[in-house]
C-alpha cells in the first residue's frame, strides 16, 4: 500500500490518541504521525504538514468532534481560512464517540470526508483508506 505522507491524530484524551497512533504504525499507513490535544494545537500542526503534502501524498486529520478549548466544528471552520492549496492536501474525517442531532447538521455544510465512530479499528481505516484515499491494506 502507497502511504500517506501523514495523520494528524486530534483528540482531547491523550491515551486515544496513543492507542490510534501504534495502531496506525502497526499498519504503516503513513510516513509520519502528529498529535493534538485541541483544535489551536492542531491548527498549528496542520499548516506544517499541509505545507509539505500535496493530493496526491495527503494528510488524514481524525478529529475528535468534542474537546475543551476549539473543539471539532470550530476546528473545521478556522481549517476553511486556510489556503485552497494546504485545504486540498486535506482530508478530515470526524472521530467520535457520540454526536448530537444539532452536531450532525451542522457536519453536513462543511468540508469533512466522513464520520468514523470510536474506537478506531483496522476495519474502520480499510474503508477509510478505500473511500478517501483509493488505497487499502494488503489482502
Known sequence: MIKLSSVLLVDDDPLTNDLNERLLRQLGVADQYRAANDGADAL????????????SSPVLVLLDVKMPGMDGMA??????????????????????????SVDLGRVESMPIAGLVSKPLTKEKLDTILKLHFQRQFPA
Open 75 to 100: 476546528f473545521v471552520e478556522q481549517y476553511q481560512r486556510l489556503p485552497e492549496s494546504q485545504q486540498q492536501a486535506v482530508v478530515i474525517v470526524m472521530h467520535t464517540a457520540s454526536m448530537s
Open 44 to 55: 498549528a500542526v496542520l499548516e506544517d504538514l499541509a505545507a509539505d503534502a500535496n493530493p
